[in-house]
């Protein structure tokens, strides 16, 4: 009865070895995915954002004017990520964010259309804040398609971008219940006004768009049914 005591104690001293063996290499797996990731394997990994720009808030705030105007040249790739960086990018070990956020629930989700920036093809584009990068969801020009969502603003067709904010709702409501809303659209302006700024640093020219169809955007976008768009901001020269 000993011997078999002693027998059964081993093979269960032995499934535990196993088990944390186990264990121990799917943390290691999963550490290695992400830090590959964290280090540059997404498909459209944007350069790094700067931090010492030469205009001042003082100056960028005086300069600021909607402008619906735009010239047929390119935007940069360092500059899309910047403007991108400047709406909702990492700026804490923590994940904290360029634009406040109730709770720090993060509820905005930005989509890009590129029509005309260099060394990125034309499409739609998901920023991935975690990563300062960009998750490719459509090659397709919708410039035209959101002009026409925005009750016919074909201003919008001729930005060399159009920067699309969405909201999920439900990440700021299941704290705050309906005065989430709210929040959600407070947050929604302190995003674009950053944007915005930054264009002004970067010396490009936008303008805040809100008459449009969310539903017609939200198609055009093929947006998650929880994504509700907010706000559109058309980017150019």
Same mark, same amino acid.
């Given at each position: 009865?000993?011997?078999? &005591?002693?027998?059964?104690? *081993?093979?269960?001293?032995?499934?535990?070895?196993?088990?944390?063996?186990?264990?121990?290499?799917?943390?290691?797996?999963? &550490?290695?995915?992400?830090?590959?990731?964290?280090? #540059?394997?997404?498909p459209? $990994?944007?350069?790094?954002? =700067?931090? @010492?720009?030469?205009?001042?808030?003082?100056? %960028?705030?005086?300069?600021?004017r &909607?402008?619906?105007?735009f010239? %047929?040249?390119?935007?940069?790739?360092?500059?899309?990520?910047?403007?991108?960086w %400047?709406?909702?990018?990492?700026?804490?070990?923590?994940?904290?964010r360029?634009?406040?956020?109730?709770?720090?629930?993060?509820?905005?989700?930005?989509? +890009?259309?590129?029509? @005309?920036?260099?060394?990125?093809?034309? #499409?739609?584009?998901?920023?991935?804040?975690?990563?300062?990068?960009?998750?490719?969801?459509?090659?397709t020009? $919708?410039?035209?398609?959101?002009?026409? *969502?925005? +009750?016919?603003?074909?201003?919008?067709?001729?930005? %060399?971008?159009?920067?699309?904010?969405?909201?999920?709702?439900?990440?700021?409501?299941?704290?705050?219940? $309906?005065? =989430?809303?709210?929040?959600?659209?407070?947050?929604?302006?302190?995003?674009?006004?950053?944007?915005?700024?930054?264009?002004?640093?970067?010396? +490009?020219?936008?303008?805040?768009? #809100?008459?449009?169809?969310?539903e017609?955007v939200?198609?055009? +976008?093929?947006?998650?049914? *929880?994504?509700?768009?907010?706000?559109?901001?058309?980017?150019?020269?």
């Amino acid at each position: 009865m000993q011997r078999f &005591s002693t027998g059964m104690r *081993a093979i269960k001293s032995g499934v535990i070895a196993l088990a944390r063996l186990v264990l121990l290499l799917a943390v290691t797996v999963h &550490s290695a995915v992400t830090e590959s990731r964290a280090e #540059g394997d997404w498909p459209m $990994k944007l350069p790094e954002a =700067g931090t @010492n720009g030469g205009l001042s808030v003082e100056r %960028a705030l005086q300069q600021r004017r &909607s402008v619906r105007t735009f010239e %047929a040249k390119p935007l940069t790739l360092s500059e899309i990520g910047q403007l991108l960086w %400047a709406a909702q990018g990492i700026t804490h070990s923590e994940g904290l964010r360029t634009a406040p956020s109730a709770g720090a629930l993060y509820p905005l989700e930005i989509y +890009l259309v590129a029509g @005309n920036i260099s060394d990125l093809p034309t #499409g739609e584009y998901h920023y991935v804040s975690r990563y300062h990068a960009l998750e490719r969801l459509a090659d397709t020009d $919708k410039r035209a398609q959101l002009a026409r *969502a925005a +009750l016919g603003q074909m201003f919008i067709r001729d930005a %060399a971008a159009v920067v699309v904010f969405a909201g999920v709702y439900h990440r700021t409501t299941r704290k705050y219940g $309906k005065r =989430g809303i709210q929040y959600v659209h407070m947050e929604a302006g302190h995003a674009a006004e950053n944007l915005f700024l930054q264009a002004v640093s970067l010396d +490009l020219k936008t303008v805040i768009v #809100g008459a449009f169809e969310d539903e017609a955007v939200a198609n055009t +976008l093929a947006l998650p049914e *929880a994504h509700v768009p907010l706000v559109i901001m058309p980017v150019g020269r």
